[in-house]
C-alpha cells in the first residue's frame, strides 16, 4: 500500500472516529498502531469497527470488506460494524441484522446476506440503545468456531434457525 493510499485511510478513519463521537458522545478514536486484527477505532464499547475508504467500491468489496470485519469481530467476541465511504459520496455502516431481530448468535450475523446497510447516524441509534457491552438484556454468546465455518455459506439462514441463544 501506498503513502497516499495510507494517508486517505488514515483520514477516512479519523473522519468517521469524529462522525461517530458526535452522534454517540462516546470518546472514539483512530486506533494509531494498528495490527492484523485490530478495530480501526477505538473507544466504540462492545463494537469491532472496520473503516475503508475508496474511490469506487463494488458490492462485492463490501461483501468482502464485511467478512473480515466479521472475522475480526468474532475472534474478540465483538460485534461487527463496517463503515465505508465512496469518494464524493456519503459514510455507510453494515452491521448485523440479528440485532434488530432480538437475536445475539454469531452464526445469524455471519453472512454477508444477514446483515444491515444504513447511515451511520442509523447506526449510532441502534448501538447507542444496544450497547453490546453492558446491555443486561442481551445474553451475549459467541460460537465463534462454528461461526466462522460458516462464513459465506449460503445456508447461513439455516444457522439462524439453529440459533438458541435469544434475547431474554
Known sequence: MGAMQRRKGGDGEREIAALV?????WDVRRRVRQHEGDSDLEGVPGWCVE?????????ADVRGWWEQTVRQAAS???LPV??????????????????L????????????ALSVEGTVE????VARNINASSCPR????WKVATAISDLGNPSSVEAFDRCDTRVE
Open 101 to 112: 431481530l432480538g437475536v445475539q448468535c454469531a452464526q445469524t450475523w455471519m453472512a454477508y
Open 122 to 125: 442509523a447506526w449510532a441509534a
Open 51 to 59: 473503516v475503508k475508504r475508496h474511490a469506487r467500491a463494488t458490492r
Open 21 to 25: 463521537r458526535d452522534l454517540t458522545g
Open 82 to 99: 463496517l463503515f465505508w465511504r465512496q469518494d464524493r459520496d456519503e459514510w455507510r455502516g453494515v452491521w448485523p441484522v440479528a440485532l
Open 76 to 78: 474478540d467476541g465483538l
Open 138 to 141: 442481551y445474553s451475549v454468546r
